[in-house]
């Protein structure tokens, strides 16, 4: 099936550890993203890429990092500074980042620090 | 600051209902307004898209309307379903800012039986 894959669905973090998000799309799309969602907010975006070897930071990049080395994949790392990393990841892809194209989202990933 | 209101915040009703949710907006250059629906621990799926010279569209039971002038979007559901119990975001796209999407914080639908 077509679509976007995120991996794990639950993953615990230890304080001062490094984690990362997996996201795999098969749709062909050329840009992808990775918003955050705190429980009963909406979606703030971390990073985007609208090309493959590019990605830009969004509204809230500090303590996270991404590479875009392939066009299906757009791992995510939640480093040791963020400080606050218990929340939902979701990744995304669109055809293209013009704003116009329909974005596609995973099933997102839950992240608690223990 | 480009930014989306979206009110209620919640909503209660009952199956079969009809219900309106609101959207005020503030990004310019208004390229497009989307809303979506997202199920509990799920990722969003887009209900419609509309952009500056659409007014309404409709997808299924779900109309959404814009008055670009107003600044303003409304989603209606018609005879409501259990199944439509979710929370619903509407997300703005300015032309200016390609891959930067402004969510609302969204309005959380219960439909009871």
């Known amino acids: 099936d077509g679509g976007i894959t995120q991996s794990p669905k639950y993953l615990f973090r230890k304080e001062g550890q490094n984690v990362t998000l997996s996201c795999e799309q098969n749709?062909?799309?050329?840009?992808m993203y990775w918003y955050r969602q705190d429980p009963g907010q909406g979606l703030r975006l971390i990073y985007y890429?609208?090309?493959?070897?590019?990605?830009q930071k969004g509204d809230i990049a500090e303590g996270y990092s991404v590479s875009r080395e392939k066009k299906e994949s757009f791992p995510l790392t939640v480093t040791s500074a963020q400080k606050n990393p218990t929340a939902f990841y979701l990744c995304?892809?669109?055809?293209?980042?013009?704003?116009?194209?329909?974005?596609?989202f995973g099933e997102g990933s839950w992240l608690t620090v223990v | 600051k480009n930014q989306v209101e979206q009110s209620p915040q919640s909503l209660i009703i009952l199956e079969g209902k009809n219900c309106t949710l609101q959207?005020?907006?503030?990004?310019?250059?208004?390229?497009?307004l989307r809303w979506y629906k997202q199920d509990t621990g799920r990722g969003p799926v887009s209900l419609t898209i509309?952009?500056?010279?659409?007014n309404t569209k409709s997808n299924g039971r779900y109309t959404a309307t814009l008055d670009a002038d107003t600044k303003q979007s409304s989603l209606h559901i018609t005879a409501s379903q259990l199944s439509d119990s979710a929370s619903y975001f509407c997300?703005?796209?300015?032309?200016?800012?390609?891959?930067?999407?402004?969510f609302g914080d969204g309005t959380t639908l219960t439909v009871k039986p």
């Open positions: 509309m952009t500056f010279s659409e």
């Open positions: 749709l062909n799309h050329d840009a």
């Open positions: 995304a892809s669109s055809i293209s980042a013009i704003s116009g194209n329909t974005i596609y």
């Open positions: 959207c005020n907006y503030t990004v310019s250059p208004f390229s497009n």
């Open positions: 997300v703005v796209s300015a032309l200016t800012n390609a891959g930067k999407s402004t």
């Open positions: 890429s609208q090309i493959v070897n590019d990605f």
